[in-house]
């Protein structure tokens, strides 16, 4: 949990207005990391995919879509994808992978999103929330753009998996507050100070329940078998096949 005390030349601080402008920096470096690392390709990635399920025909939602590997899945499952993201950069990796007729938008999730009512079968928000302070209004959002009995997949970063590494590095316990935490990433040689915005589980579902969604799913996935060996030192203190990483929720629409 790094904590900077002084910017680098290339330093960017990121609130929910300047996010999007550090992924710009990051866009390419954090693309190529992605695409084979174990966090993303082998964990976070296939969990959502199990969780979505047969998605043939569904019109889905790939909110914060990045560069686009998830929407690519998708869509070579026979989903109808549209996908939005802040981040011009990681929408110009998303068009190079995609090819020029998918469905990419610049949208921010803080706001309101360019879509007519009960327009999607599937929301998938897969490691976005977090970087949001308030999640009534972009949950009200992501609920409206849903047909009724509509499904919402989030991913977020694990609430007792943050509070475990807070606690090693000595830092004061603040599991049951919201709470506002800054890490520093390098990728692609740019640096950055990314900002997330921690909260305790029961925050978290009585947001999902505010906003008119009933919770049917929370998961705490494994990783794909084939990463013991492609990963043995990142995975040598792990004995089972699950970790502390991220937190994933299926949520359907009252």
């Known amino acids: 949990m790094a904590r900077m005390t002084t910017m680098p030349e290339n330093h960017v601080e990121t609130a929910h207005s300047s996010k999007s402008n550090a992924y710009d920096l990051i866009a390419e470096g954090y693309t190529a990391e992605n695409e084979t690392s174990l966090i993303h390709a082998y964990y976070a990635r296939p969990a959502m995919l199990e969780l979505a399920g047969d998605v043939t025909g569904r019109r889905i939602l790939d909110a914060g879509c990045g560069s686009g590997p998830l929407f690519a899945e998708l869509r070579d499952r026979g989903a109808l994808v ?31 999103l360019p879509f007519p009512d009960d327009a999607f079968d ?25 047909r009724p009995g509509g499904r919402l997949l989030i991913s977020v970063h694990h609430p007792f998996g943050i509070t475990l590494f807070q606690h090693m590095a000595g830092e004061k316990f603040t599991y049951f507050e919201t709470r506002s935490r ?9 640096t950055v100070q990314m900002r997330f915005w921690d909260r ?55």
């Open 82 to 112: 549209t996908g939005i993201d802040a981040s011009t950069g990681m929408l110009e990796q998303a068009r190079r992978r995609l090819g020029a007729d998918a469905d990419l938008r610049v949208a921010d999730l803080a706001g309101p």
């Open 182 to 190: 800054t890490d520093e990433w390098t990728k692609g040689g740019q």
């Open 122 to 146: 599937d929301v998938i928000a897969s490691l976005v929330l977090h970087y949001l302070e308030d999640w009534g209004p972009t949950l009200a959002e992501l609920r409206r753009v849903l």
């Open 200 to 254: 305790p589980l029961h925050a978290m579902t009585e947001a999902f329940t505010a906003a008119g969604f009933r919770i049917s799913v929370i998961s705490e996935p494994p990783f794909v078998p084939e990463a013991r060996e492609l990963f043995p030192e990142e995975l040598r203190e792990i004995t089972g096949t699950r970790f502390l990483s991220f937190l994933f929720f299926v949520l359907e629409a009252n």
